[in-house]
């Protein structure tokens, strides 16, 4: 079943209203989100926003979309200049790490590359004309020290994103760091005469020794992979100020043009109830939950499963449920690639219908992963009771597999499970001692066995029909 694109809608944060979604060319989307800072290792709030963006890209492109995607690698702003000096490793070198790192996390939680990923240290050229365009037309200005800062009066829809209302503004004061609050608003810097602390970190151009500031890096990216003006703006409610602010401010000054139509903004993530932080304890990075021997596709199912706009608590008992969760989706797909039962046509046809219609219903609604989620795990319970009953064929079954990859296209947890291999004689050996031992309703030792074949990649499962073994593919 197609969904139709005139029923696809999203919440945009500029109108603060749910609209329906037309990007500017017929089948394609061009769609930039906010990457990470590479001073240290992805977090999992930051993987909140990943993930979200990757649903919301999966999803374009099961409507039949392409998406032309740009995520930014910040490595160069505050936080990558100070830790990097404080480990006593050159900027290049301690941001390479850290990108290298960000890029084995997000192939570990499945998560769809973006077309292009650029770097701001590879990007100056682009921000130094921009600079100078806004110089010229009268938005920006050079301070005494001789960096360039961006006049925010000058601009009379700033405020528009965030809800600012330009009176309230401290006009004519300046900010010289990235991030500050709202109540800290005022000319922000486009770029940074250099200063000892930045060490050698500069560069020389027409605007003289120094740096960018980090709101114009993203302006000046997105454009040049994107054009001036694009459909799909992505990120943290933590960036819509001053962050994504400052971005409108700036290209929309340059370019006398709208500057994105659609943003798209993910709440913030609490870790046990309460905000993440070191000093809480309960600050975790990705690799941390791994090293906790817990499955990374359990921490995506986990982060996917609520909406995007809706505050998140990340628990540990959470993540025991995503992991259920993800092998009952597991188990499903094995089932199903064993099953040769009587045929039951009209019952999958129309299960199957239902379950297609609700996939597209929820997603198409501002991305509505409860709802999806609720009527996926129905349509696996429906089949469920048929396949106990020996219901399925194995014409139907290829059938519910088809729908199956195609909405695991989008959520991306299942993957492939492996049913043709050879046990070693040691499983068969196991295997068989499991049988006796759930004869003798010695369940302890039964399960135990069951472990101990997880350990090996190799899962069994009672059926009706008997006991079934798989290997997963990783």
């Known amino acids: 079943m197609k969904c139709s694109k005139k029923d696809l809608h999203f919440f945009n944060t500029l109108t603060r209203k749910k609209e329906r979604f037309t990007p500017l060319r017929n089948e394609e989307v061009h769609m930039y989100t906010c990457g990470p800072t590479v001073y240290d290792y992805a977090h999992i709030g930051n993987f909140r926003a990943f993930i979200f ?10 409507h039949g979309y392409k998406v032309l995607h740009v995520m930014n690698i910040t490595d160069i702003d505050d936080k990558t200049i100070k830790r990097s000096q404080e480990q006593k490793i050159p900027l290049k070198k301690f941001t390479d790490f850290y990108s290298k790192a960000f890029f084995e996390d997000i192939k570990v939680l499945n998560i769809k590359p973006a077309n292009y990923y ?19 037309k009268g938005y920006a200005y050079k301070s005494k020290e001789k960096s360039v800062y961006y006049s925010i009066n000058k601009f009379k829809k700033y405020g528009k994103l965030s809800n600012l209302k330009i009176n309230n503004l401290r006009i004519g004061s300046r900010v010289k760091v990235d991030e500050y609050e709202k109540d800290q608003a005022q000319d922000f810097v486009l770029w940074k005469a ?7 970190v500069f560069w020389e151009t027409l605007l003289g020794k120094g740096r960018p500031g980090w709101h114009i890096e993203c302006s000046a990216m997105s454009m040049k992979y994107l054009g001036q003006t694009f459909d799909i703006h992505c990120g943290g409610v933590d960036n819509m100020f001053p962050h994504h602010e400052n971005e409108i401010a700036q290209s929309e000054a340059s370019s006398d043009k709208n500057f994105v139509r659609y943003w ?64 009952r989706l597991r188990n499903f797909l094995r089932r199903l690639q064993e099953a040769d039962g009587q045929s039951c046509d009209e019952k999958v046809i129309e299960l199957i219908k239902v379950a297609e219609l609700n996939f597209c219903q929820a997603l198409d609604d501002d991305l509505n992963v409860s709802v999806m989620l609720a009527g996926l795990f129905d349509f696996v319970r429906e089949i469920n009771n048929l396949l106990d009953k020996n219901n399925v064929s194995k014409k139907e079954a290829k ?12 959520i991306g947890v299942i993957g492939e499970i492996d049913s043709n291999f050879s046990l070693s004689k040691k499983a068969e050996i196991l295997i068989k ?10 369940w302890e030792k039964s399960d135990e066995i069951r472990k101990k074949l997880k350990s090996m990649g190799i899962f069994v499962e009672d059926t009706p029909q008997g006991v079934k073994w798989y290997l997963k593919k990783n």
Not at 194 to 200: A, L, R
Not at 300 to 326: C, D, I, M, P, W
Not at 399 to 410: A, C, H, M, S
Request: charged share 35%; aromatic share 10%; proline share 3%.
């Open 53 to 62: 963006e990757d649903l919301l890209k999966r999803w374009l492109e099961y």
């Open 118 to 136: 650029p770097k701001a240290t590879e990007h100056i050229p682009e921000m130094v004309d921009l600079i100078k365009r806004l110089l010229t």
């Open 194 to 200: 250099w200063i000892p602390e930045d060490g050698d």
């Open 264 to 327: 798209l903004h993910n709440e913030h993530l609490l870790v046990e109830g309460r905000k993440m932080s070191k000093k809480y304890g309960n600050y975790y990075t990705l690799r941390d939950l791994i090293q906790k021997n817990i499955d990374p596709i359990a921490i995506r199912f986990l982060l996917l499963s609520t909406h995007y706009r809706a505050q998140f608590n990340f628990t540990f008992e959470g993540l025991e449920s995503a992991k259920k969760a993800v092998e």
């Open 399 to 410: 059938k519910i597999i088809e729908v199956l990859q195609r909405f695991d296209g989008v």
């Open 433 to 442: 001692q499991r049988e006796e031992a759930r004869k003798n309703k010695n």
